[in-house]
């Protein structure tokens, strides 16, 4: 079993940053794709960014550039820095860890960008 937590959500201005962690719970971590994902009022949930356990990564078109995800397999946390922030990026950002077998999800963290 793995729980996930967000954090570092919160308000900001058009072009500025936030950084949100998903620190993890239970064993294993190595072992999960992590992944950024978000939605927001109305539209379906949407793949933000993923790393593997070898810390390949894979980013969404729209937050190419701007964006950055990286994990810290000894704090089995994983990151992401989101920078010149636009208001469609506002969303609820939740954390997912996956492997073949188990797909986990936290409970999210609001992101709002005022323009």
């Known amino acids: 079993q793995v729980q996930l937590v967000e954090s570092g959500g919160g308000l900001v201005q058009t072009g500025g940053s936030l950084r949100l962690s998903c620190a993890a719970s239970g064993t294993f971590f190595y072992f999960y794709t992590m992944g950024w994902y978000r939605q927001a009022p109305g539209k379906q949930r949407e793949l933000v960014a993923t790393i593997t356990k070898s810390s390949s990564t894979n980013y969404a078109d729209s937050v190419k550039g701007r964006f950055s995800i990286s994990r810290d397999n000894a704090k089995n946390t994983v990151y992401l820095q989101m920078n010149s922030l636009k208001p469609e990026d506002a969303a609820v950002y939740y954390c997912?860890?996956?492997?073949?077998?188990?797909?986990?999800w936290g409970q999210g963290t609001q992101v709002t960008v005022s323009s």
């Open positions: 997912n860890a996956q492997n073949q077998f188990h797909d986990y």
